[in-house]
């Protein structure tokens, strides 16, 4: 079935750092590709998606590429704020609007 | 403001009673979820309904009933059932109609305890 594999956290950057956190994909068909992030105590909000093949999806300085030769949609950040830290997950769209969610990478970034 | 909110925003249980979680929208979406989110792990779909008086299990519905008697709201009953239900539940809402390309919006969460 379709999955989602993210690399294990936590992330601790320093202020100003650059930020990957890796995210590959199985699935059937072309799905949408998705990161969200979830704040602390909070619910998840969308930080950017992908629809097609090398798609790019930005917002906030985040960045992610739609790479359907690796099955990857990795998200990347020049230089990270403190305000950054919170998880973020990786998903895609699976059959009947349903989304398959990665596990999670929680980012700390330190002044 | 449109959006999804879901309440109480933190709930404690005995065990052996059933405890009813509410979520409702505003946005007219269709499409309405649950999941659940246990400590470092990532979201679990419990149940989903794509129209009014239906719905369909999710990953984990075992221990969990819902209902969908009106579009804007979701209600999740975790009953005696569920071994293990202390968790984070989070409710979402999407179009139906969108192909899978827009996003699913997101509640801001309910989370159960049980003591």
């Known amino acids: 079935g379709d999955s989602v594999t993210q690399m294990e956290g936590p992330v601790t950057l320093s202020e100003e750092a650059f930020l990957t956190i890796n995210c590959t994909y199985t699935a059937t068909g072309y799905p949408s590709l998705f990161w969200y992030v979830q704040y602390p105590g909070e619910g998840l909000q969308l930080l950017l998606k992908?629809?097609?093949?090398?798609d790019k999806g930005s917002n906030k300085g985040f960045e992610a590429t739609y790479r359907k030769e690796t099955t990857s949609f990795h998200l990347e950040k020049g230089s990270v704020q403190v305000s950054d830290s919170a998880v973020y997950f990786c998903?895609?769209?699976?059959?009947?609007?349903?989304?398959?969610f990665g596990a999670g990478t929680r980012l700390a970034v330190h002044p | 403001d449109g959006g999804i909110t879901q309440s109480p925003k933190y709930l404690f249980r005995k065990e052996g009673q059933n405890v009813t979680l509410s979520c409702e929208q505003n946005?007219?979406?269709?499409?309405m979820y649950w999941y659940r989110q246990d400590p470092g792990q990532g979201l679990r779909l419990i149940y989903y309904?794509?129209?009014?008086?239906?719905?369909q299990k999710g990953d984990i519905a075992e221990g969990y009933s819902v209902s969908r008697e009106k579009k804007e709201s979701f209600p999740l009953t975790v009953t005696s059932a569920q071994k293990n239900p202390t968790a984070f539940y989070l409710c979402a809402s999407i179009p139906y109609s969108t192909g899978g390309l827009n996003e699913q919006f997101f509640g801001p969460g309910t989370r159960l305890t049980v003591l």
């Open positions: 946005l007219n979406h269709d499409a």
């Open positions: 992908a629809t097609k093949a090398d």
């Open positions: 998903a895609l769209s699976g059959g009947y609007n349903k989304l398959i």
């Open positions: 309904s794509h129209i009014v008086n239906d719905f």
